[in-house]
């Protein structure tokens, strides 16, 4: 019998992996993320018009010696950019010996702006002693599209009215 892992494992990438050969290296391991799309009620409760502003927040552990530098670049731009959330990824060295993603289970790409950046570093009451010295970042990010790939690489995207 298989053991099977009860928990979910993401990683946050700054660019839209389909497009691009992501390396292990490259990419962030989400300690928490949400979001909520919604679109209007009638009064019989059904949906009508597009869906509403979505705002997307997630939290990262990262070192804290500059790997952040891509998120303060894309809160100061003024033009729409991409992250990867990719689910239970594999990596695998490639002929360059590099660990490269190899295969995952899903993934969600998603294209807007960053609009708030908050940095915690140090013991405090979130924080065990395992993270004392890793720096916790949490982002806003206002969603213009969330593009979900599954398997057989499907994609299904929802376009926001913000």
């Not at 009620?41 to 891509?70: A, H, W």
């Not at 590099?98 to 940095?119: H, K, P």
């Not at 790939?149 to 299904?156: E, F, H, I, P």
Request: charged fraction near 20%; charge should be negative.
């Amino acid at each position: 019998m298989q053991n099977i892992s009860n928990y979910i494992k993401a990683t946050l990438f700054f660019d839209d992996f389909s497009e691009i050969k992501v390396k292990k290296e490259q990419g962030f391991t989400l300690q928490q993320f949400n979001y909520e799309c919604s679109r209007k009620r009638n009064n019989m409760g059904m949906p009508y018009g597009p869906t509403q502003t979505t705002v997307l927040k997630f939290l990262i552990k990262s070192l804290p010696d500059g790997y952040l530098k891509e998120v303060y670049k894309r809160l100061d731009e003024n033009t729409d950019s991409s992250f990867s959330i990719v689910f239970n990824a594999t990596f695998r060295m490639d002929e360059n010996g590099e660990n490269t993603l190899s295969d995952y289970d899903s993934a969600l790409i998603i294209t807007g702006f960053v609009i708030s950046v908050d940095e915690s570093y140090g013991e405090g009451p979130q924080t065990s002693k395992a993270t004392a010295n890793l720096m916790m970042t949490d982002v806003e990010f206002l969603t213009k599209s969330i593009t979900y790939v599954g398997s057989g690489n499907m994609k299904t995207t929802l376009n926001i009215n913000f």
